[in-house]
């Protein structure tokens, strides 16, 4: 599974669509799908997606959720 993947499955466990996390990155869905299929995607767009999902489990309420985001990190 690629980093990317990840990504995309702690996403999804967090609960956080596509389109918000664009919004929260500023960036277009279409960016966060490039990203999480694996296309090119400027590097500094990637650690930022990447910081964003980071901020995103640290607050997560959900202990088991939490901890499987970390796991799967």
Do not use: F, W
């Amino acid at each position: 599974m690629t980093r990317y993947e990840i990504n995309q499955h702690i996403r999804k466990h967090l609960k956080i669509s596509g389109t918000e996390l664009a919004k929260r990155v500023e960036v277009t869905k279409q960016t966060i799908s490039n990203y999480e299929n694996g296309a090119s995607v400027a590097r500094p767009t990637e650690r930022v997606i990447e910081l964003e999902l980071d901020i995103a489990i640290e607050k997560c309420e959900d202990e088991l959720i939490k901890e499987l985001c970390e796991y799967l990190k």
